[in-house]
């Protein structure tokens, strides 16, 4: 069973790749454009810092370094799960979803596998550039900080998925609104900066019910030697937002077969 | 005067059909009530914590800097445009066609459409975010000159129009036209001031703005709402940059208009 | 009268050759081969105030290239147009408030809203008065009973109805000559019927109408005059009697016969389906031979139970035409 899974899931990938290669222009296009408009907000960052100012306590690269993990996880999350709202929207507007329901697969996997795209790989490559020069500049890291790192980052990652598919699952009832994903992405914004910025309700907000800090703040704070208990708390949250996500995607799914479309 | 009646009558057809046909899709402008807040509560700790050991950064207080912000996010319901998507959509499906046969200029329909689009915007956009910052997060948005914001905001919006219609152009041209569209509009975005003042950019870059356009869509009517106007260290007075705003404006109808024709001659040369 | 006066008409495009390899786009930008399309070559034709004509041709023909030059979106590389007087690509914008255009595959209705709204906005470009306007509405929506129709979103209308009202908005500001392009394309038989019954009605007032169609039922039951144009080229010119007569005199003779035989010996007649031992189809030809006397063979080679002769349809003629060219007469 697992072992059809991956099989399909690589086939999807090698389908991805091809289709990639085939639209090799648009392919490098959309790379560039979404790296650029992406390191737009370290840009920002990097511009405070360059008149001059500062977030209290902070030094830029230490700020520099929460935007390239979150920027990371983005580029993740848009390779592996960014598709599953277009599709799901696109199969609710044209009402052929049951061409995935007939499927001898679960739905949601092959909705999730064969939306897979590379167009972030770019984004990826710049996050994990950024990610290693700020952190170059922040001071010796150990390696039970690296561990640390890992079990946040991947938190993070599954926040990523559950906000996909809470958005997927949105597409069911609020069919055809191409600017679902705006909701969203102003949310994930709130991930990007030192938590403590922000008023403690709002960070406790962030930290535990949509915890979108865990994207890159946490993580981070991890490298930077701050991880604290909050932030292990927080994985909590992260796995039951992810947990919210599954179940209410698959639940728009039995609507939709008793619906019958 | 009856010219400009019945192009009147025009502007008050296309818009008002346009204002129904999205009607129907005004949930999606009201995703806007939610997103233009969100933001604003972001920039709003962002700016205060950057602010908190200092009265001035690039010359901006904190207050004028939040009002900033939401002055760029409503002038920017006001403003927004999607001339160059539509165009390119009806050159690719061949529908461009209907309107050569038709007695009306398309980016005089474009306009017109824009107009009725962006009144569902000031109803379902702008009116509700305004209330929102006004007297939810006591913003103090009271432009410096009512008259001048006006005019500047009117100015803003033909020129968002006059350069998005140029690049929807391109589709005569290119069969992906869409790259030259999202470039630019990552250029416009970056430059436009919508992401930042653009007095926080290099002193180099600056300059470079100066004599770029991206700034008469933003910047400028933002600056003008606010009531003081600098950039690369050159202050202008109001009146001043209002008046470099219509000829900025002026220059790209003009520049529009000629690739306009270009297009056309194209288009009936091989019935792209 | 000639409404369109068309002479010479050529239309050469000029294109490259474009690779669609990473490596190809980009020596594109470099060198590029030259394609030199012949669209339209040396048309001449007229046609008369307040008649239908069709112009019938195989895809990739050259009807739409001439159909876009006579609306004045396309300029001819070569040649004369005259459409009432003005020349469409010179004067167009003058010209277009004389015309109108229904394309079966570019909708000029707006998708989300009803049509009446899409009318009113047309009525403001081109300034119909607002009496006009009304009188012309409730003309050509009774026409096609479409009152409650135009008041329902045009995403959720049916394709029938949707193209009739195309058809008012393309009639509100009472064009004198019509465009249509493929007007009936994937209709069913009824909405097709109502729509050639209208076109027949508009016709009678006075609107002269041009025609491109697959659909020959349209081209019999509407055009008294035929141009068929094939590789860009006019291959024939004249009414839709003298086309079937040009052919030379052809019959289609259908017999059920009572015995087997064993050949059509008979000079002239060719057997174009069998569909057993009984059921023949025959294309007879009457150059050399009267229907009379073929009859009267036919009836000393075999025995038949049944006989019946018709017309050689439509899509045989324009087979013929577009294969072979036309016959000298």
Redesign the interface.
């Known amino acids: 069973m697992l072992r059809k899974y991956i099989r399909i899931y690589l086939e999807c990938i090698k389908i991805s790749v091809s289709t990639a290669m085939t639209y090799?222009?648009n392919f490098l296009l959309d790379n560039f454009i979404m790296l650029v408009s992406n390191i737009l907000f370290p840009l920002v960052t990097l511009l405070i810092y360059g008149s001059g100012a500062e977030f209290p306590n902070w030094s830029l690269y230490e700020v520099l370094l929460i935007q390239a993990v979150f920027t990371m996880s983005t580029a993740i999350a848009n390779i592996f799960f960014g598709g599953v709202l277009w599709v799901t929207m696109r199969h609710i507007i044209e009402g052929s979803l049951e061409i995935v329901l007939i499927k001898p697969v679960n739905c949601l996997f092959y909705l999730v596998a064969s939306t897979v795209e590379f167009g972030s790989l770019t984004l990826f490559i710049g996050g994990v550039v950024m990610f290693a020069v700020a952190l170059s500049h922040v001071g010796p890291v150990s390696i039970l900080m690296i561990l640390q790192f890992i079990v946040l980052f991947l938190s993070g990652v599954c926040v990523m998925m559950g906000i996909s598919l809470i958005m997927a699952a949105t597409s069911f009832k609020w069919v055809g609104n191409s600017r679902l994903p705006e909701i969203f992405d102003s949310i994930k914004y709130f991930g990007r900066y030192p938590q403590n910025i922000f008023h403690k309700a709002i960070s406790a907000v962030t930290s535990f019910i949509i915890p979108v800090a865990m994207i890159g703040y946490f993580p981070a704070a991890a490298l930077l030697g701050e991880a604290d208990f909050t932030a292990f708390i927080a994985i909590l949250p992260c796995f039951v937002f992810t947990m919210g996500g599954v179940l209410l995607f698959r639940h728009m799914i039995r609507l939709y077969e008793g619906a019958g479309g | 005067m009856d010219f400009i009646a019945?192009k009147l009558?025009?502007v008050?057809?296309?818009a008002?059909?346009t204002y129904?046909?999205?009607s129907?899709?005004r949930t999606h402008s009201m995703v806007s009530i939610f997103v233009g807040p969100v933001y604003f509560i972001v920039q709003y700790f962002i700016w205060s914590a950057v602010y908190s050991r200092r009265t001035y950064l690039n010359g901006m207080e904190l207050s004028e800097m939040l009002t900033y912000f939401g002055v760029t996010t409503l002038i920017g319901y006001i403003t927004m445009d999607f001339a160059d998507w539509n165009l390119q959509m009806l050159v690719r499906?061949?529908?461009f066609?209907?309107f050569?046969?038709?007695?009306?200029h398309h980016r005089f329909?474009a306009l017109s459409q824009k107009i009725g689009h962006r009144i569902l915007g000031l109803f379902f956009e702008f009116i509700p975010c305004l209330f929102i910052f006004v007297f939810i997060f006591k913003v103090d948005l009271r432009p410096a000159s009512y008259f001048w914001t006006i005019i500047s905001v009117a100015l803003a919006f033909l020129m968002n129009l006059y350069m998005n219609y140029t690049i929807g152009l391109t589709a005569f041209w290119l069969v992906q036209a869409t790259g030259v569209r999202r470039v630019y509009l990552l250029l416009q975005g970056i430059f436009s001031g919508g992401l930042i003042p653009l007095v926080f950019f290099p002193k180099a870059l600056q300059k470079l703005l100066l004599f770029l356009p991206f700034q008469y869509v933003s910047y400028v009517p933002a600056m003008v709402y606010i009531g003081r106007y600098t950039l690369a260290d050159v202050s202008v007075p109001i009146p001043h940059i209002v008046g470099l705003q219509a000829v900025a404006v002026i220059v790209t109808a003009l520049f529009s208009e000629l690739v306009y024709r270009l297009s056309m001659k194209r288009?009936?040369?091989?019935?792209a | 009268m000639a409404i369109i006066d068309v002479r010479n008409l050529t239309k050469t495009?000029c294109?490259y050759k474009r690779g669609s390899s990473?490596t190809d786009?980009l020596k594109s930008f470099f060198h590029r081969e030259k394609i030199i399309v012949n669209a339209v070559r040396d048309v001449t034709f007229q046609v008369d105030e307040g008649q239908i004509a069709g112009i019938l041709g195989p895809n990739g023909a050259g009807k739409s290239?001439t159909i876009?030059m006579l609306?004045?979106?396309?300029?001819p590389t070569g040649g004369q147009i005259s459409v009432m007087g003005y020349t469409p690509?010179r004067d167009?914008?003058?010209y277009?408030?004389h015309?109108g255009?229904v394309?079966g595959?570019?909708?000029?209705l707006?998708?989300?809203?009803p049509p009446i709204?899409?009318f009113?906005?047309?009525?403001?470009?081109?300034?119909i008065p607002e009496k006009e306007f009304r009188n012309t509405l409730n003309e050509l929506t009774g026409m096609f009973e479409l009152e409650d129709v135009i008041e329902k979103p045009t995403r959720v209308l049916s394709l029938g109805e949707r193209m009739k009202c195309e058809f008012v908005m393309a009639m509100l500001h009472k064009p004198k000559i019509v465009f249509l392009d493929e007007p009936t394309i994937g209709l069913d038989v009824i909405a097709k019927q109502k729509i050639r019954s209208f076109i027949k009605e508009m016709n009678r007032q006075g609107v002269t109408f041009i025609l491109t169609t697959h659909d020959l039922e349209d081209v019999e039951q509407l055009a008294r005059k035929v141009i068929i144009i094939n590789h860009g080229q006019k291959v024939f010119d004249d009414t839709l009697q003298n086309l079937k007569m040009n052919l030379g005199q052809k019959k289609i003779i259908r017999l059920v016969l009572s015995k087997p035989v064993a050949e059509f010996e008979l000079n002239g007649i060719k057997v174009i389906e069998k569909n057993s031992d009984y059921e023949y189809t025959l294309e007879v030809s009457l150059e050399n031979n009267s229907i009379n006397s073929v009859i009267k063979q036919l009836s000393e080679m075999c025995e038949f139970s049944d006989i019946s002769i018709k017309e050689l349809p439509m899509e045989k003629i324009i087979t013929e035409i577009y294969e072979n060219g036309l016959k000298e007469a």
């Open positions: 090799r222009l | 019945r009558k025009v008050k057809a296309v008002l059909v129904k046909e999205w129907a899709y499906t061949g529908k066609l209907t050569a046969i038709r007695p009306i329909f288009f009936s040369g091989v019935g | 495009y294109t990473f786009t290239t876009k609306t004045g979106t396309l300029y690509f167009r914008s003058t277009v408030n015309i255009a394309f595959q570019k909708s000029q707006i998708w989300d809203i709204d899409s009113h906005m047309n009525k403001a470009i081109y300034s």
